[in-house]
T-cell receptor, first 111, second 115 residues
């Protein structure tokens, strides 16, 4: 079983629409990160959330850490073709320094 | 460029051969991670180092895999007697030991193809 489950696994929407990607776990995390990865490249860090209930915004992207620090969401407003990519959440569990990745969400924005 | 550097970017090898990959982390980062990623999946943890000490190895890491970080700077990942199932992207990341707030920065990866 995966420590971090992402949903949906695949998402294809029209340019201009809004979307939300979820990252869920039964474990508590001391921090959680979101990455975006292009084909053939390494993941690029977008944001880190640390405090339960924390909300961070990066232009049209809004990231939220669950109150219990077990889950997170990524909301994109007015999606653009440049948002296309593999979105990965990754977390560090309390008492374990290892960074564990989620299953990934493949996002395609159709012009 | 002061980011994480991996070499080579691509490697094609015949089954049964040994391969070695190198990772140069960001210079002030004391933690270094290795991950393996297959197409469309999230990265799977292989192992990580704090300075030269290897702190954890995944059960995914068979005895054909070995990683070193001899001087606490660059690291190498060696795969002996490669199999077709080893074909994947091998990713290296580094971070500062910041307790639970660990921001890892990745290299561009080494794409291994075993034929």
């Amino acid at each position: 079983t995966q420590l971090l489950e992402q949903s949906p696994q695949f998402l294809s929407i029209q340019e201009g629409e809004n979307l939300t990607v979820y990252c869920n776990s039964s474990s508590v995390f001391s921090s959680l990160q979101w990455y975006r990865q292009e084909p053939g490249e390494g993941p690029v860090l977008l944001v880190t959330v640390v405090t339960g209930g924390e909300v961070k915004k990066l232009k049209r992207l809004t990231f939220q850490f669950g109150d219990a620090r077990k889950d997170s969401s990524l909301h994109i407003t007015a999606a653009q073709p440049g948002d296309t990519g593999l979105y990965l959440c990754a977390g560090v569990r309390i008492g374990n320094e290892k960074l564990t990745f989620g299953t990934g969400t493949r996002l395609t924005i159709i012009p | 460029d002061t980011g994480v550097s991996q070499d080579p970017r691509h490697k094609i090898t015949k089954r049964g051969q040994n391969v070695t990959f190198r990772c140069d982390p960001i210079s002030e980062h004391n933690r270094l991670y290795w991950y393996r990623q297959t197409l469309g999946q999230g990265p799977e943890f292989l192992t990580y180092f704090q300075n030269e000490a290897q702190l954890e190895k995944s059960r995914l890491l068979s005895d054909r895999f070995s990683a070193e970080r001899p001087k606490g700077s660059f690291s190498t990942l060696e795969i002996q007697r490669t199999e077709q199932g080893d074909s994947a992207m091998y990713l290296c990341a580094s971070s500062v030991n910041g307790g639970g707030n660990t921001e890892a920065f990745f290299g561009q990866g080494t794409r291994l193809t075993v034929v």
